[in-house]
């Protein structure tokens, strides 16, 4: 068993208050979970406007698919136009 971490802070330009990075924030943990079956959940800087780092969890029985599925999960969020990806880190259990 493997287990796949990936944390990606993200910087939301857009966001005015919290309230809009929770609904940038909610429409990319959707997208994610539904589209990879990841477990998606912010990890730090709840408090604050337009700073986020998401973590992000993948379980399967190889390395070079939990790798690969979490390589596609960061594709899609670079793709995203509401955030800048600014660091990201993957480790391999």
Excluded: Y
């Amino acid at each position: 068993m493997v287990v796949g971490v990936c944390t990606v802070e993200l910087f939301i330009a857009g966001s005015q208050s919290l309230k809009d990075k929770r609904q940038v924030l909610h429409s990319v943990k959707d997208r994610l979970h539904g589209k990879f079956n990841l477990s998606v959940a912010e990890v730090d800087g709840q408090d604050l406007w337009q700073k986020a780092v998401l973590g992000m969890a993948c379980v399967a029985n190889e390395g070079s698919h939990v790798n690969q599925v979490l390589e596609q999960a960061l594709n899609v969020i670079k793709s995203m136009p509401v955030v800048e990806v600014v660091r990201t880190k993957l480790e391999l259990l």
